[in-house]
């Protein structure tokens, strides 16, 4: 099976994330690269499908030349290769471009079966899993939070408000991932050494066939119009429980008409 | 005023309240269409629907749309869009609601904004980014504006209005009738609202210490009304079920109020709270730096102050 991982670098979410005041995009330099999270459990879950049943596990991923430290890191988790999809044509694109310029990758990589994170810390616009399976005309299983593969077919359990949807599908196919899929592994030393072999092929958008008036950020579909850091909430009340601290509380939610 | 078709989020015909949160919106900018997709339609989804302003109602009731993940929704929204040429497009900030805006985005070649808190005149949607530490302002530049807006951003206010139904066919594509589902698996959660829709939330953390303790949130929670949430240690420890999980990679809510027990409050964890509008907090450490953000906040032992806040709430019904 030809399993192909999307990966997105985001800024830490420990330190502080800024926007850009010249262009209003993400400032990728202020804070530290780190492989989106959720991305994490959709490699290990990429590497356990591997195990089960055979093939091979690519790592894609769209963005600055930074980004190779990302791609590093999943392939130190055991991924086999990688595509550093890498254009500055690409910079600023929207998630309506970032979906057509990745499905374009992918239709020129190959697939059996895409899997990602359901959403990036950064963005969080929760989208892009149904717009790849959208653009590519793929099954889209999306929140998954188990997958059986079992031939062309493919199973999984979709989390939802009420509990979950077993849903069902043939490959190729889309599938995002929850974090209560898995655990992801962390990579060994043998691991990391071995990944700095791995072959990276980068791409550009002519490579990918990227039609270049559909991506960047002159291109987007929406457009930030103004940002600004949040005010800090007005400083609260913070007491000590001297034996009266639950009282208290319901005092407070008394005046604010809570109960 | 134009139409601005509003997606109904609904659960076995019942209309979800963000709906109505959305059909306010809706009909602060515009004429609210509500689009009901799937079976289960009834009068009384007419009638709610019609309360909150909806001055029309399109159907599409066939049962296969709900058949399938998010894609035959998508197909009936881009069939109206085209038909229609409305003004706006507005749907709940869920997870399919996302899905939807986002596969709709591609077949109307439009814009698309994710998790507004707010939208304005021109349709420039608020958003609260990065746990809540940025504002942006942001607007739709081709196409028919898609907007997702987060539970609880509006008030839903009565404003009734016609509710003139008007049936909708669409003939699904193949593509839409790729990921089948199969079977609706449906956890308990007994009495309680839904998380992202309640107007209260508590939430137990790390200091909860175990399964068992998360009695003690439940109890808090049931005297106000309220929803059960968990941070992510919580989820993490198998404490309680993981879609109760607020922050980051789980739930965001943003009620009227937040209730946390035992969380210390990282940014993780802010970042699916931040934007809730009465922040109280219960921790032993008063460095934890959910204080930062707490409207009121009592440093102490939550297995004290817990019991004793939902005694007196009790005594105070």
Known sequence: ?259 | MSEILVLVDHVDGDVKKVTLELLTLAGSLGTPAAVWAGSGYSDAAKAKLAEYGAEKIYVAAADEIGDYVSAPKAEVLAHLVAERSPAAVFLAATGEGKEIAGRLAIKTDSGVISDAVGVGEGFVAEQSIFGGGVNVRSRVTKGTPIITVRPNSTAPVAAPAAGAEEKVEVALSDAARAARIVERVVQEKGARPELTEAAIVVSGGRGVGSGENFAIIEKLADALGAAVGASRAATDAGWYPHQFQVGQTGKTVSPQLYIAAGISGAIQHRAGMQTSKTIVVINKDAEAPLFEIADFGVVGDLFQVVPQLTEEIEKRK
Not at chain 1, 105 to 129: C, F, N, Q, W
Not at chain 1, 212 to 232: H, I, K, R, T, Y
Request: net charge negative.
């Open chain 1, 1 to 259: 099976m030809n399993i192909v991982v999307c990966v997105k670098q985001v800024p830490d979410t420990a330190t502080e994330r800024k926007l850009r005041s010249d262009d209003k995009t993400l400032d990728r330099d202020a804070a530290d690269g780190v492989v989106n999270e959720l991305d994490e459990y959709a490699v290990e879950e990429a590497l356990r499908l591997k195990e089960a049943h055979g093939g091979e596990v690519t790592v894609l991923s769209m963005g600055p030349a930074k980004t190779t430290e990302t791609i590093r890191k999943a392939l130190a988790m055991g991924a086999d290769k990688a595509v550093h999809l890498h254009d500055d044509a690409l910079y600023g694109s929207d998630a309506l471009g970032t979906s057509y310029a990745l499905s374009q990758a992918l239709k020129k990589i190959g697939y059996d079966l895409v899997i990602l994170g359901s959403e990036s810390t950064d963005a969080r616009t929760g989208m892009l899993p149904a717009m790849l399976a959208e653009r590519l005309g793929t099954p889209q299983l999306t929140l998954a939070s188990k997958v059986e593969v079992d031939g062309s077919s493919i199973k999984v359990e979709r989390i939802t408000d009420y509990g979950y949807d077993k849903v069902e599908a043939s490959l190729p196919a889309v599938v995002s991932v929850v974090e209560k899929i898995n655990e992801p592994r962390y990579p060994s030393f043998k691991g990391i050494m071995a990944a700095k072999k791995k072959p990276v092929e980068t791409l550009g958008v002519a490579d990918a066939e990227i039609a270049a008036d559909q991506v960047g950020l002159a291109n987007s579909w929406s457009e930030v119009v103004e940002f600004a850091v949040a005010p800090p909430r007005a400083a609260g009340t913070v007491v000590k429980d001297e034996g009266d601290g639950g009282a208290k509380a319901a005092e407070f939610l008394a005046s604010k008409k809570f109960v």
